[in-house]
């Protein structure tokens, strides 16, 4: 324990916790599961890039120069896209496009507005507070805007007859995908919302926990989760309502017409 009363993990404390994946390794080997390998290579992937992370920003901390934290976020904003684009297999059209202008407008936006109306903190790059809080706005809407793209691709494929049955009747391209988009958009900020709901009772969230185990006096860390769970679920709903925006139109002409390319 140091002087703060932190209790600090040593490698064998690591061991122990690692332990845990690999009785999960364990079971998933016995039930045959056929994911045995890829659990064992994800877990030692976390365990390398956390390690990088923490020797890199213990670097960008000392340093204290906006360039290295922006090339850091630059970072996080790509590998986020890679990630997206990797779970889809049935890519809209201008797929990366379209996710990578709603991240960038939705994530950079609500960041700054987060950081600098919110927050409080000087400079404005101080990487202590930048980089972790648009981390947790990244990997939140990640999740939000996978599931937009994904679920917007599946309904205009569902939908295909009945949105060219609209069009024929003389509806617009936004009238005749409404349903589609409405459903697409509902899906990405549903987990969010539920999210919100169990916090404090199912769940205590990951950085008010982090916070109280600094030894943060509780009602401050729950006034900052507060505030981090209002702009997470901020950046998941401009980010999704973006890529649901965009994404439908470049499955039409601009005639209004079903893109026969796409078809």
């Known amino acids: 324990m140091d002087n703060q009363g932190l209790v600090n993990l040593g490698i064998l404390d690591l061991v122990v916790a690692y332990s845990l994946v690999l009785l999960a390794i364990g079971l998933a080997k016995l039930k045959r599961i056929g994911q045995e390998g890829q659990m064992f290579w994800a877990s030692l992937r976390m365990v390398f890039q956390l390690l990088a992370v923490g020797y890199l920003l213990h670097f960008i901390f000392a340093v204290q120069h906006p360039l290295p934290v922006l090339a850091i976020l630059l970072v996080m904003g790509g590998f986020s896209l890679q990630v997206i684009g990797s779970r889809i297999k049935r890519k809209m059209p201008r797929f990366y496009q379209v996710v990578g202008t709603a991240l960038l407008i939705g994530c950079g936006g609500v960041t700054f507005v987060f950081c600098s109306l919110v927050v409080h903190y000087s400079p404005w790059y101080d990487p202590r507070y930048l980089i972790p809080l648009a981390g947790m706005i990244i990997g939140n809407s990640m999740n939000g805007a996978s599931l937009a793209a994904e679920r917007l691709g599946a309904e205009m494929r569902e939908r295909r007859e009945e949105i060219e049955t609209a069009l024929c009747l003389g509806a617009s391209a936004r009238q005749a995908a409404k349903p589609a988009l409405r459903n697409a958009f509902r899906a990405a900020i549903m987990p969010t919302a539920n999210t919100m709901a169990a916090m404090g009772i199912v769940s205590l969230p990951g950085m008010m926990?982090?916070?109280?185990?600094?030894?943060?006096?509780?009602?401050?860390?729950?006034?900052?989760?507060?505030?981090?769970?209002?702009?997470?679920?901020?950046?998941?709903?401009?980010?999704a309502y973006l890529i649901v925006l965009q994404g439908y139109r470049s499955y039409f002409t601009a005639a209004h017409q079903l893109d026969m390319e796409w078809r």
Request: charged share 5%.
């Open 209 to 239: 926990t982090g916070q109280i185990l600094s030894g943060t006096e509780p009602m401050v860390a729950v006034r900052y989760q507060v505030a981090i769970m209002c702009a997470i679920t901020g950046a998941v709903a401009i980010t």
